[in-house]
T-cell receptor, first 114, second 113 residues
Framework: ETGVTQSPTHLIKTRGQQVTLRCSSQ?????VSWYQQALGQGPQFIFQYYREEENGRGNFPPRFSGLQFPNYSSELNVNALELDDSALYLC?????????????FGPGTRLTVT | GESVGLHLPTLSVQEGDNSIINCAYS??????FIWYKQESGKGPQFIIDIRSNMDKRQGQRVTVLLNKTVKHLSLQIAATQPGDSAVYFCAEKQSGGYQKVTFGTGTKLQVIP
């Protein structure tokens, strides 16, 4: 059974550009959540997808958007990048939506905005 | 790898001793309380969770205690090993169909050989 994978590992972008980060959920998991982790802080919830629909969003502006595909893989898109978007972006998948199910985190994508 | 432990409270423990990491939470509506371990350059790794209707749960070398009266959560690690060195986060989840995890402030655990 493969775990959660993310690509790319590292990425450097310029302010104002757009970026797409990718996540492959653990096999059989239909729910994926995305988190932003600034250096020295805990992860902050961005949004969650369940069966290809957004199902909850944290305090992030609309320029953060996502997609979940029929195979439950997912993308995080960030438009008009700002310097403060520099962070580790984590995705986490779970077997289903209920809070009793554990979330499994990927290794993250380190985004640097210059 | 990247450090996730900058500016975090640090707990230094001698190898073999027991470690206790504490956490205060604020949301009384949380249904699950979770401890994660995050090593440098990696994503958080689930250690143990406890439901709000319990006050203690044990795993392999770890015990989580929940005191709802004072909104306090602790993680006890028995016989701490060098491989336990990491940043530990407490986190909470509300009940229902929602997987949002709210993370607290992390604690960096340093194990002294």
């Amino acid at each position: 059974e493969t775990g959660v994978t993310q690509s790319p590992t590292h990425l450097i972008k310029t302010r104002g550009q757009q970026v797409t980060l990718r996540c492959s959920s653990q096999s059989g998991h239909n729910t994926v959540s995305w988190y932003q982790q600034a250096l020295g802080q805990g992860p902050q919830f961005i949004f969650q997808y369940y069966r290809e629909e957004e199902n909850g969003r944290g305090n992030f502006p609309p320029r953060f958007s996502g997609l979940q595909f029929p195979n439950y893989s997912s993308e995080l898109n960030v438009n008009a990048l700002e310097l403060d978007d520099s962070a580790l972006y984590l995705c986490a998948s779970s077997l289903d939506l209920a809070s009793s199910y554990e979330q499994y985190f990927g290794p993250g994508t380190r985004l640097t905005v210059t | 790898g990247e450090s996730v432990g900058l500016h975090l409270p640090t707990l230094s423990v001698q190898e073999g001793d027991n470690s206790i990491i504490n956490c205060a939470y604020s949301n009384s509506a949380s249904d699950y309380f979770i401890w994660y371990k995050q090593e440098s350059g990696k994503g958080p790794q689930f250690i143990i969770d406890i439901r709000s209707n319990m006050d203690k749960r044990q795993g392999q070398r770890v015990t989580v205690l929940l005191n709802k009266t004072v909104k306090h959560l602790s993680l006890q690690i028995a016989a701490t090993q060098p491989g336990d060195s990491a940043v530990y986060f407490c986190a909470e989840k509300q009940s229902g169909g929602y997987q949002k995890v709210t993370f607290g402030t992390g604690t960096k655990l340093q194990v002294i050989p």
